[in-house]
């Protein structure tokens, strides 16, 4: 099978076989992973080593702090309001796709919300520029990967306010400068391993500035005091996480995987570029290189290249359900044979239908 899903996604192969092992007998020790203690020398090795690998791939200063944390991505979006945002106080954040929105509505809650700029008036087919972020903002909030839309920022913004960003399908895929952010969250269903567990990389300095008390699992200077481990962490989705991160490093860390991804993603865009059966709404400087979606204008003609790729064992390649047509998701697991074996498809298709 070739897998595009979008979420939860490919893993390396490897991982899969190690994490099975380990459901079995974990290192010889004739108990499972799944029964042994959260606070075992066995398990804490393990969280540990997640955790130095975030840090080492991602380069981070010594100062970072690195949370695995349960409730997904989407907790992140109320979350971080609630630890940094006071109820009189505003906090920027840029409307550039359905999960940017979620985050904007959940923020509303705890303050001020300032929409600096939207792309809602062309279906968030584009990244907006050139906005400005007023400089007394508690924080500016921005995706850096439009999962659904396919689009993606390619550079950090330019401002003084602390900045929080939602990095869920992007992360570890490509080279950044991570220091820059004060807190970044990503669930680990795209890019980092299985679902149940978020990874949460912040600057303590932001923290303890709101008025209003925190229950202990929603406040994030409790999680650090903990060193992660403020409730029975979500072990077995911090294991595979910490597999795929030592795959990650295997691999040539970040840079050496950000290589083969723009391979993967030039190919599919050349292909669609040559095609013109097949077309992508997203701006040109925007094309996300992790999530690719197109359509083809005759319903009819789509319905049978859908059918074409299930006969061929492609799995997860259609839109969103909310926007239609297809997607590929072009996750760091995802390997380039895949990428070539579609466009392959894609090719053959469009030369059959003149
Ligand atoms: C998938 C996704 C989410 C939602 O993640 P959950 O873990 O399901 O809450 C949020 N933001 C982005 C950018 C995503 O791709």
């Known amino acids: 099978m070739h897998n595009f899903n979008s979420g939860p996604s490919i893993l390396p192969r490897e991982v899969f076989q190690q994490a099975s092992e380990a459901i079995l007998d974990y290192n010889n020790s004739g108990l499972s992973i799944l029964?042994?203690?959260?606070?075992?020398?066995a398990f804490e090795a393990i969280l540990h080593e997640a955790q130095s690998l975030v840090k080492e791939l991602m380069q981070l200063d010594e100062a970072k702090k690195v949370l695995l944390l349960h409730g997904g991505a989407s907790t992140q979006f109320f979350q971080v309001p609630m630890n940094l945002l006071n109820e009189n106080a505003t906090a920027a954040y840029l409307d550039c796709g359905t999960w940017g929105t979620k985050a904007i509505k959940e923020a509303k809650l705890f303050g001020h919300v300032d929409v600096v700029a939207s792309s809602k008036d062309r279906n968030y087919s584009y990244i907006p520029k050139g906005y400005p972020i007023p400089g007394d903002a508690a924080y500016f909030h921005y995706t850096t990967n439009n999962t659904i839309e396919g689009t993606q920022m390619h550079a950090v913004p330019e401002t003084n306010v602390p900045l929080v960003a939602d990095m869920s399908s992007d992360i570890l895929s490509a080279a950044m400068d991570f220091n820059r952010f004060a807190l970044i969250y990503a669930g680990a269903q795209k890019n980092i391993g299985a679902a149940g567990v978020n990874l949460v990389v912040l600057d303590e300095s932001v923290l303890g500035k709101v008025q209003r008390p925190l229950p202990s699992m929603m406040d994030y200077r409790e999680h650090i005091k903990n060193g992660s481990m403020l409730n029975t962490p979500p072990v077995f989705?911090?294991?595979?996480?910490?597999?795929?991160?030592?795959?990650?490093?295997?691999k040539g860390g970040i840079a050496g995987i950000e290589t083969l991804n723009r391979k993967k993603a030039a190919l599919v865009y050349d292909t669609l570029d040559a095609i013109s059966l097949f077309h992508t709404p997203v701006a040109k400087e925007d094309r996300s290189l992790m999530n690719v979606v197109f359509r083809v204008d005759d319903?009819?003609?789509?319905?049978?290249?859908?059918?074409?790729?299930r006969e061929n064992n492609m799995y997860g390649f259609t839109g969103h359900r909310s926007v239609g047509g297809f997607r590929l998701s072009l996750y760091n697991a995802l390997p380039y044979e895949s990428v070539v074996a579609i466009t392959d498809l894609m090719s053959a298709f469009a030369k059959k239908k003149g």
């Open 237 to 250: 989705a911090i294991f595979v996480c910490m597999l795929t991160l030592r795959w990650l490093k295997s």
């Open 299 to 309: 319903p009819a003609l789509e319905k049978e290249f859908q059918q074409i790729c």
């Open 35 to 41: 029964e042994i203690g959260h606070r075992t020398p």
